[in-house]
């Protein structure tokens, strides 16, 4: 059984960084791909960022492209989302997920999710 457990959300301002991480165990780590999604009230689930298991290829949507970072450290089995100027339409719960070995942005490629972490962007 794989689980991931995010952690590093809060309420922030308009411009300032965050850095989420996301902490798995369950199977080898360094061999798949890590992925963050992210879903805002009435919205719909979006993809973020991903990085591949062997090369560590990074793959960003539009939207974050120049701001946010992801990254991992496969000693502690831990990925890593750094977001830079934030801003209000960032607001959503942030969730990881363990996917194939691959780099991917697609959801159903993705096997296990965490449960979510909150990030609040005021204006």
């Known amino acids: 059984q794989v689980q991931l457990v995010e952690s590093g959300g809060g309420l922030v301002q308009a411009g300032d960084s965050l850095r989420l991480s996301c902490a798995a165990s369950g199977r080898t780590f360094s061999s798949y791909s890590m992925g963050w999604f992210r879903q805002a009230p009435g919205k719909e689930h979006e993809f973020v960022a991903a990085?591949?298991?062997?090369?560590?290829?990074?793959y960003y949507a539009d939207s974050v492209k120049g701001r946010f970072t992801i990254s991992r450290d496969n000693a502690k089995n831990t990925v890593y989302l750094q977001m830079n100027s934030l801003k209000p339409e960032d607001t959503a719960v942030y969730y990881c997920?363990?996917?194939?070995?691959?780099?991917?942005?697609?959801?159903?490629?993705?096997?296990?999710w965490g449960q979510g972490t909150q990030v609040t962007v005021s204006s």
């Open positions: 997920a363990q996917g194939p070995r691959g780099i991917s942005p697609r959801t159903a490629q993705y096997d296990y």
């Open positions: 990085i591949s298991g062997g090369t560590g290829t990074t």
